[in-house]
């Protein structure tokens, strides 16, 4: 993914650089401090965050005593703990998946969470619930289209 933006990368810094050296040296940067922190930590749009990272170094290299953007990246500086942002948007997408959860009836709730969360089998939960094969996976099937909905509507506001 980040292969096919190097292209619009380069360009986006290029645009705010006066030489071709510095879009280079600027760009590659970029894309070594994403794969570090990916590493790391899995980054849900690896593409956005390059970008926010060359606006840092960009900026970080107007500033009077600024670090050189070709210093190495210190690994052990690192933190593995989510950022302040990352944990607000798992908290979001929580309360999301709670609310779609609450809003379906009791038998789909049911079948959905024992699918996703205990990982049980069609037949398992079918057992379990005195229901058929078919009307498990009925269920789980409008359960994840309910919660795929919500999140698309969300993403839309």
Not at 22 to 37: F, P, W
Request: hydrophobic share 45%; no cysteine.
């Amino acid at each position: 993914m980040l292969a096919k933006n190097a292209v619009r990368l380069r360009a986006f810094v290029r645009s705010r650089v006066h030489n071709d050296a510095d879009a280079d040296d600027i760009s590659q940067e970029a894309y070594a401090r994403v794969l570090a922190r990916s590493r790391a930590t899995p980054l849900k749009d690896p593409v956005a965050y390059a970008f926010r990272v060359a606006l840092n170094l960009l900026s970080d290299q107007r500033r009077p005593g600024a670090p050189d953007v070709n210093e190495p990246i210190d690994d052990a500086a690192a933190s593995d703990a989510p950022s302040p942002f990352e944990v607000l948007d798992m908290k979001q997408r929580a309360d999301l998946f709670t609310r779609a959860l609450q809003r379906m009836p009791r038998l789909r709730r049911e079948v959905f969470v024992l699918r996703q969360s205990a990982d049980l089998s069609y037949p398992e939960i079918a057992a379990r619930l005195n229901i058929s094969v078919e009307a498990a996976q009925k269920h789980f099937s409008r359960a994840a289209f309910e919660v795929r909905k919500a999140v698309d509507m969300e993403r839309v506001r």
